[in-house]
């Protein structure tokens, strides 16, 4: 064996063992796609919910609103009818 042969010997060797080194890189990352879709999925999903959780939040502000003045109206009404307010 000459010097060049051990030197191209040892470049195979490290050829291959980057190419086993690439090839586990990128199972690794395939196997991470869908959990990093799911995480995708879970924040759409979560950020649809937290819109519906707002939107309901001012529509029951809202109507409490108009419960309190209805209420209001009709406390005054019954002092008034009583003659106490």
Do not use: K, Y
């Not at 000459?2 to 086993?20: I, K, M, Q, Y």
């Not at 990128?26 to 999925?41: H, I, K, M, T, V």
Request: charged share 35%.
């Amino acid at each position: 064996m000459t010097a060049d042969g051990g030197v191209e010997g040892a470049l195979t060797l490290a050829r291959r063992r980057l190419e086993a080194s690439v090839a586990a890189l990128e199972a690794r990352l395939a196997q991470r796609r869908p959990a990093n879709a799911f995480a995708d999925e879970d924040r759409e999903r979560l950020e649809a919910e937290l819109e519906t959780s707002r939107a309901r939040e001012r529509d029951m502000a809202a109507a409490s609103a108009q419960a309190s003045e209805a209420l209001t109206r009709a406390i005054a009404d019954i002092r008034a009818a009583l003659g106490t307010g």
